[in-house]
């Protein structure tokens, strides 16, 4: 039987053991294990123990401006993205650059001498995987380069899970950078849909990943297994909840800085910074100084902004963008337009957070849309 | 050797805790030695200084009569003026009686209402006097008010955030309430600088520092009323320390959920 044909090396089985031997192998080589639990009533990334901290038979269901955890199915990755990004473990959200000393009565220069942890990273999406390819054109491929990002990157080791059904926000499809995982991983996973037991096909890419897989149980993986992981994300891609049309999108934003619709959305926006804090490639950073005066030293760090804040288009004179509507306009122009010119790249990956978590549910795809599309108002 | 900075420490209608706030941080205003010299602080010391100052921390709302005049004295006497907390930014809790008749309340909490004398408004310290800056909270932040001073002593603008306290809330990692627990909450209005204390416990945000830099009353009204908020409760979440902010007011005066 063809379908039950072996399919080489780069493929194995596992069963719901082989991830607690996954994390413990992890553990032993010092991986400090970053993947998705559930506390405070969300599914978000934390440090693991163990599997049966991993969101087991738990779904969640996401509307513009709500989220919610529920009981169903009997998988561990069986969710869409929670409000955190890998973006906080890559770009932290508050980085002591340099100490400057001036007790000695001239200045003293002193770098920062930060730890970076060794992350591994389990049941990272496609979409956020996309997302660290994105921060590597900002922070590796730049001006400068980030050397906190870069060794983080380089610590750290990826574990990606396909996802296995579509959450109502997910747009990845439209973006290409889901719901399969094509590389950046070392090991990616499919929880696999079927009658039988509980499996998950793993897929190698990386020597790194592959002597991991060796130290834990797995099977012989066949060719109708991977033909149904095929299945399941060609179903999921065509179950996305939503659809961002991207053909003409750079051009159309950029020549419609005049249109009705960005007063209309400015009415809604709260112009809190939501929908940039929980982006897993909103970038933008601030600089402080952190004076202790009594004992005359400084700190200098680098800390998460927002090109929603006042602040920051602050100049002599005052702020540039001081319209709602300058600021709005401004963070889905760069995305979704500059962005492309400034990084050859969209900086949407489609994960849906920016809707789920705007406490008034402004959806970018609905946004984009009517942005030079008059009957798109109608 | 630089001369050290008078500074004075002057309360008007307030609980004080503001001042407490700055006596948890003389540790390291004494640090500064002969940087400072505290000439007036009547919750630290009976001893006092004659003015001029260089620098006067105002706390408390402008609430009676004598306080006009007080005021007034203190900005003759003050190079620089900073105004702490929110019942001198804002008028504070006691403003509640801006909007009813204040002889009303006078009436009805003394025993001897003759003996009150009460302005019909509790102000903030910036509608009598014109004032350097501004640090908001209910209470203040103590490290803000350590870089205010900071800031003061060594001619720098100070960084006080003015955007709202969802940028801090995320920052911490608290995921949003509103959308993971339809829990009413003021932050996306409200100006950072608690650190976003509430959310973390599951609360929403009191508005306790204030209004952010341009807040959209409107947008998070019509969302509170969507969570199931009656007009009344709304208008009672502005009603509260910075009720006389002018957008907390008017949103509280004007909001409407057609419940």
């Known amino acids: 039987m063809s379908g039950n044909r072996q399919i080489g090396e780069q493929y194995r089985l596992m069963k719901r053991s082989g991830l607690d031997d996954l994390i413990k192998v992890l553990r032993v080589l010092d991986y400090r294990v970053i993947g998705p639990t559930e506390s405070n009533g969300v599914i978000e990334f934390a440090e693991l123990g163990d599997a049966s901290e991993l969101p087991w038979g738990l779904r969640d269901e996401q509307k513009p401006g709500s989220y919610s955890v529920s009981k169903g199915g009997d998988r561990a990755f069986e969710f869409s993205n929670g409000p955190t990004s890998l973006k906080r473990y890559f770009h932290p959200t508050e980085r002591h650059l340099w100490t400057v000393d001036a007790s000695g009565g001239q200045l003293q220069f002193e770098e920062a001498r930060v730890q970076v942890p060794k992350y591994a990273f389990l049941g990272i999406r496609p979409c956020d995987l996309a997302s660290l390819d994105i921060l590597d054109q900002v922070f590796l491929n730049g001006v400068e380069t980030n050397r906190y990002y870069e060794s983080c990157r380089q610590n750290s080791l990826y574990v990606a899970v396909n996802c296995s059904s579509a959450g109502d926000l997910c747009f990845c499809a439209s973006m290409e950078t889901g719901p399969t995982a094509r590389s950046g991983f070392d090991i990616s996973l499919t929880e696999l849909r079927s009658s039988d037991a509980y499996r998950v096909l793993i897929e190698i890419e990386t020597d790194r990943g592959r002597s991991i897989v060796n130290q834990i149980d797995t099977s012989e993986a066949h060719e109708n297994d991977l033909s149904l992981a095929r299945e399941q994300s060609d179903g999921v891609a065509r179950s996305m909840g939503r659809t961002l049309h991207t053909w003409g999108l750079r051009e159309r934003l950029q020549e419609n800085a005049d249109d009705p619709a960005w007063a209309d959305v400015a009415e809604r926006c709260l112009t809190c910074g939501n929908c940039t804090m929980v982006c897993p490639t909103c970038f933008c950073t601030t600089v402080e100084d952190r004076a202790s005066s009594h004992d005359q030293k400084y700190e200098r760090w680098n800390t998460w902004d927002s090109c929603f804040s006042l602040d920051f288009t602050f100049v002599s004179g005052g702020a540039l963008r001081q319209s709602s509507k300058s600021r709005y306009r401004q963070w889905l122009t760069h995305k979704l337009s500059t962005w492309v010119d400034q990084f050859g790249v969209s900086g949407c990956v489609g994960c849906g957070r920016c809707i789920a978590w705007c406490p008034v549910g402004i959806d970018i795809t609905e946004e984009a849309a009517r942005i030079g599309e008059p009957q798109a108002r109608a | ?259």
């Not at chain 2, 004080?16 to 540790?27: H, K, S, V, Y």
């Not at chain 2, 509430?198 to 929403?204: D, E, H, I, L, T």
């Not at chain 2, 952010?212 to 502005?238: K, V």
């Open chain 2, 1 to 259: 050797m630089v001369m050290p900075k008078k500074i004075a420490v002057w309360k008007f209608a307030s609980c004080d805790g503001c001042q407490l706030t700055l006596i948890d941080c003389l540790e390291e205003l004494m640090a500064l030695g002969d940087r400072i010299q505290i000439a007036e602080f009547r919750e630290v010391s009976r001893a006092s200084v004659e003015g001029p100052f260089d620098l006067s921390i105002v706390e408390g709302s402008v609430s009676v009569p004598e306080d006009v005049h007080r005021i007034r004295r203190v900005r003759e006497n003050s190079q620089y003026l900073l105004t702490i907390g929110a019942c001198a930014t804002s008028g504070g809790i006691q403003a509640l009686r801006n909007i009813q008749a204040a002889d009303e309340f006078v009436s009805a909490v003394y025993a001897h209402p003759d003996y009150i004398d009460t302005l019909a408004t509790s102000d903030p310290i910036a509608s009598h006097v014109a004032v350097d800056f501004e640090l908001r909270g209910c209470p203040i932040n103590r490290s803000q008010l350590l870089e205010v001073i900071n800031a003061y002593l060594f001619d720098r603008k100070p960084q006080i955030a003015t955007y709202s306290v969802c940028m801090e809330c995320k920052r911490r990692g608290t995921p949003c309430i509103m959308v993971s627990r339809q829990t009413p909450c003021l932050g996306p209005v409200t100006q950072a600088g608690c650190g976003a204390i509430c959310p973390a416990y599951g609360r929403g945000c009191y508005g306790c520092f204030g209004p952010m830099e341009t807040p959209n009353m409107q947008a998070l009204t019509a969302q509170l009323a969507s969570l199931g908020e009656t007009e009344e409760q709304i208008r009672r979440s502005l009603r509260t320390f910075n009720t006389n902010a002018p957008p907390f007011h008017e949103a509280a005066e004007y909001v409407d959920t057609d419940d």
